[in-house]
């Protein structure tokens, strides 16, 4: 993953989210732009298409996978 690149995954229960790294002055969880220290960045650091990652998360962990990787 790299700055700029959106990440599609679906969550356990086969919702799809779009996430986009982005610096820290421009994290905006709400609106999908997440920043290197998140763990959701973490979880999606190494991922590849298809690949399912544990995201460790304050909330409890869950089980994602990457489905669509995008270029910013």
């Not at 229960?13 to 905006?28: I, S």
């Amino acid at each position: 993953m790299q700055i700029g690149n959106w990440m599609i995954y679906t969550d356990e229960h086969d919702t799809e989210h779009r996430v986009q790294l982005v610096g820290e002055d421009q994290a905006d969880a709400a609106n999908g732009l997440i920043n290197w220290g998140s763990p959701l960045w973490r979880a999606l650091l190494s991922a590849q298409l298809n690949d399912e990652v544990l995201w460790q998360r304050p909330a409890g962990d869950q089980l994602i996978e990457v489905i669509r990787i995008e270029p910013g």
